[in-house]
């Protein structure tokens, strides 16, 4: 072999050495990227994501029952547990002065609904006490959840809701807002039906460009 074909050897190895230096360099520093951003993502706080349903239950008598079932969830995987210790529900009416006070809601307890096929009707059952919901990406959550109000009652209206969650550990609430129509029929079945039959309300039906501002909230 010719001198010339043995240096034109040793700088194909050279090259070779060069690109595969590179190529390694480049594939570590990859996966560390991607392991310091799998580290942080792990570390960094839940983000949860809240929705309302399409159905909202309303009770009237004595008092005002509204069963509300949110979804729960997250779409990322952290070492930290979203905990939701606490719930509050505000409605007030639209036109209601700034300085009449609030119906205070309260989160009384968690329950379930069971469908009757031969009355094609619905049976509330209570299932717990109020008790820290804890949601991860595997877990999603998706309680119903009875808020009643005493000494107060709905009247017709519009009223805006706002449901808040509290998050342990400090970290801010969720905030969730919406709207309900209360018609002066939906008033008297109300009265006819007493506490112990609630009535569904929803913010999904087909709506036409001729509705009222009102077509966007929870109607029954």
Known sequence: MSSADQASQRQGRRRFDAVHLWSATVTGAAALGIALYSLVAMQAEPKTDVTLPHVVRIAQGSEVRLYLQPTMSTRHRTQTVEVIDGARLKVRGKDASPS??????YWDELGSFSYNVGSNDLTY???ADP????????????PLMLFVAERWAFRPGRYEGELTLQRSGGRGTITCGFCIHITADVV????SGGQGMFFEFR???PRTSTESPDSSCYEH
């Open 131 to 142: 008790a820290p919901l804890l949601v991860t990406q595997d877990k999603p959550q998706q």
């Open 203 to 205: 913010n999904d039906r």
């Open 188 to 191: 008297v079945k109300f009265q």
């Open 100 to 105: 009449k006070p609030v119906p205070a809601f």
């Open 125 to 127: 059952q209570r299932i």
